[in-house]
């Protein structure tokens, strides 16, 4: 499976953007995808992740409330709606694929990663 993120950019804090995580290469509907983000100098954070039927999914306490996981499955797409964006959101942002339909929060728990979509929120 082969990801690709997009929809980053540079936001005004209290701005929304959607990234979008796509795949190809074969149908992903049965991988559980998560989202994480790396800010310079910091180690990945966890964001949010997405079993492989959409019926469940974790957020890290940072973007509860703040950011929404879902995905299409006819779309091989999985899409992290972000509102309220803060200075603290600022991050490379990476969606990943787990080889399960359960979706795990430790990035050791992923396969396949995308190359990341850089979100800057200025205050």
């Known amino acids: 499976v082969q990801l690709q993120a997009s929809g980053g950019g540079l936001v005004q804090a209290g701005d929304s953007l959607r990234l979008s995580c796509a795949a190809s290469?074969?149908?992903?509907?049965?991988?559980?995808v998560g989202w994480f983000r790396q800010a310079p100098g910091k180690e990945r954070e966890f964001v949010v992740s997405?079993?492989?039927?959409?019926?469940?999914?974790y957020y890290g306490d940072s973007v509860k409330g703040r950011f929404t996981i879902s995905r299409d499955n006819a779309k091989n797409t999985v899409y992290l709606q972000m509102n309220s964006l803060k200075p603290e959101d600022t991050a490379v942002y990476y969606c990943?694929?787990?080889?399960?339909?359960?979706?795990?929060?430790?990035?050791?728990?992923?396969?396949?990663w995308g190359q990341g979509t850089q979100v800057t929120v200025s205050s």
């Open positions: 990943a694929a787990a080889t399960t339909g359960r979706a795990p929060i430790d990035p050791r728990g992923y396969t396949y």
């Open positions: 997405i079993s492989s039927s959409g019926g469940s999914t």
């Open positions: 290469g074969r149908t992903f509907s049965s991988n559980a």
